[in-house]
């Protein structure tokens, strides 16, 4: 007989710290999915992760017509060291870019960051909506954490701010960075990732970039890609690098 711990329940990402038989009350959007999308009943199933204690098993209580709460009963999984590459990218419109985020996180990403460039369209995100497109994607890809979402910074004062010790890798459209393949070879998990605009980097942009020595440039190949696809194909090409080098 298979238990509730074994179960496929459906997963919530919550911001209050997880005990056992600790209550929560679930959020109004979170009641209205569980009660009037998925129909649960009083008593059902629910796991919960909040990204530093592990993933919890609860029970949904129901109460009125419209509000329900979580009950803990127990831990499924501890928490676990999520690591993963940064992203930074330039906008793009918004269901385009609704997508580009939740592929990101369920391709292992550890921090979101979008970045202003001189020929990128979009000079506004909503990042309140970035954030509720990450943790949906957490939730349903099975992860433990949800990414960090940074604020919408131009390109120059994120380049000339860098102080971290990860590799930044960009993607260069004129084909004169390395092929991809070969660098994320050299790379380790603590990797960032840049993608620029629709219209490409301006001249000024690479030059930044090309002096700096924690850069790379890469090509993903000969085809002009949108930049949405740029990230999942450079996000998947680094994730099945990364699971060659992995010990079997």
């Known amino acids: 007989m298979q238990s509730d711990n074994d179960q496929a329940v459906t997963r919530l990402f919550v ?5 056992a038989q600790k209550t929560l009350r679930a959020s109004a959007s979170q009641a209205h999915y569980l009660r009037h999308v998925l129909r649960v009943q009083d008593g059902s199933p629910i796991a919960l992760f909040n990204g530093t204690d592990g993933e919890w098993l609860a029970k949904v209580e129901t109460t009125g017509r419209v509000n329900c709460s979580f009950l803990l009963k127990q831990r499924r999984c501890p928490q676990a ?10 906008p793009i419109k918004q269901l385009r870019l609704d997508y580009l ?8 990403v550890e921090q979101i960051q979008p ?3 001189r020929r990128t369209i979009v000079r506004e995100i909503n990042v309140v909506r970035l954030n509720a497109n990450a943790v949906e994607a ?14 919408y910074t131009d390109i120059a004062d994120v380049v000339d701010g860098w102080q971290t010790g990860r590799m930044l890798v960009w993607g260069d459209e004129t084909g004169r960075g390395e092929p991809a393949l070969h660098t994320f070879r050299k790379c ?11 219209g490409g980097f301006e001249d ?12 790379r440039a890469i090509d993903l190949g000969p085809r002009v890609l949108r930049s949405d696809t740029a990230v999942i194909m450079a996000l998947a090409l ?7 080098r992995s010990p079997t």
């Open 204 to 215: 000024s942009e690479r030059t930044l970039l090309r002096g700096k020595q924690f850069a």
């Open 138 to 151: 957490a939730e349903q890809c099975g992860r433990l954490t949800v990414p960090k979402i940074c604020a």
């Open 238 to 244: 680094w994730q099945g690098v990364l699971n060659d």
């Open 115 to 117: 970045v202003r460039t």
């Open 188 to 198: 380790d998990r603590d990797v960032a990732f840049l993608i620029g605009p629709e």
């Open 101 to 108: 985020v939740q592929k990101a996180v369920e391709l292992g």
């Open 81 to 90: 060291e999520e690591r993963g590459p940064w992203l930074l990218f330039a």
């Open 15 to 19: 911001v209050e710290s997880l005990k």
